[in-house]
């Protein structure tokens, strides 16, 4: 794959073998070349037979990646690049660990090995960490499916940094629920079709050259259930950023923020 060092060009397209195009996060557009074995020939020709079992295995990481992805709705708007490869990259080193199966069989058994995204950042340019400097205490309940985040005292200069030129910000928190079984056949359980079932938790727009008090915020589950051990609830946490909108209501503003996934459990 090449990238162009020009940053002005601005064609984008297919061109015989080329193909042109652009991702978010990166400034210059990129080049690759089509081509390859067919199909067909990959698909039943058995020297293709160990990247058939790869294509499987990648497949399976996608799909847990994407669940992984819905489970992080309300927050995900707070990116500022394509994270989906990082997530896939990281389902494919959990799926690297099931040593029940065989290579191309092997599954992302999230529910074992879970504390590995904690901490994943949505960011790139600005992470959570470095706007709100002070760790946060999160209670997940799997009880009854609810999830309590407390915020310390925030104050601007010591623990609150906030770089863009706005005066409101508030905190969001989400969590949604995926469960084990995402693998080479991509089915998983209902639970993990539809892994949002709690609502965001909002704060109230804060001053961000005011000091803030501590307070928490709760989210909870339309069904109060007990999860089994092979679902893993991840919960997330954002900064948005408040402007005017169209009939003088604070609305979140467009591409400003951070997130990060805060904790799984």
């Known amino acids: 794959m090449a990238k162009f060092d020009n ?3 601005e064609i ?4 015989g073998k080329i193909s042109v195009y652009k991702m978010r996060g990166i400034e210059r557009p990129i080049v690759r070349t089509r081509g390859g074995a067919s199909r067909e020939k990959i ?11 790869n294509n499987r295995e990648f497949g399976g990481a996608s799909s847990a990646a994407s669940v992984i992805r819905l489970a992080l709705l309300h927050v995900r708007h707070l990116s500022d690049y394509n994270f989906s490869p990082r997530l896939s990259g990281m389902c494919r080193k959990i799926m690297s660990l099931d040593d029940s199966n065989p290579l191309g069989y092997r599954m992302v058994m999230l529910s074992t090995h879970r504390h590995l995204l904690d901490g994943f950042s949505l960011n790139k340019t600005t992470l959570f960490d470095s706007v709100i400097r002070h760790p946060l205490a999160c209670n997940i309940d799997r009880e009854d499916n609810s999830v309590t985040v407390n915020i310390p005292p925030l104050s601007p200069g010591f623990n609150l940094f906030l770089p863009w ?3 409101l910000y508030r905190i969001v928190v989400g969590f949604g629920a995926v469960a084990d079984g995402i693998g080479y056949t991509g089915v998983s359980t209902n639970m993990g079709k539809d892994p949002i079932y709690a609502p ?3 704060s109230p727009w804060l001053i961000n050259t ?3 008090e501590n307070f928490t915020l709760t989210t909870r589950a339309s069904r109060a259930e007990k999860l089994p051990p092979s679902t893993t609830l991840i919960v997330s946490v954002g900064i948005e950023i408040g402007v005017p909108g169209m009939g003088g209501e604070i609305v979140p503003a467009k591409r ?3 997130a990060k ?4 459990g």
Not at 12 to 15: D, E, L, P, R
Not at 261 to 264: A, D, E, S
Request: proline letters at 6%; aromatic letters at 14%.
């Open 12 to 15: 984008t397209g297919t061109f």
């Open 200 to 202: 965001a938790a909002y």
């Open 7 to 9: 940053k002005t060009f």
């Open 165 to 167: 030129n706005f005066s």
């Open 210 to 212: 005011q000091p803030q």
């Open 261 to 264: 996934i805060l904790m799984t």
């Open 256 to 258: 400003l923020g951070c």
């Open 43 to 53: 698909n039943k020709s058995p020297n293709f037979a160990l990247t058939r079992m």
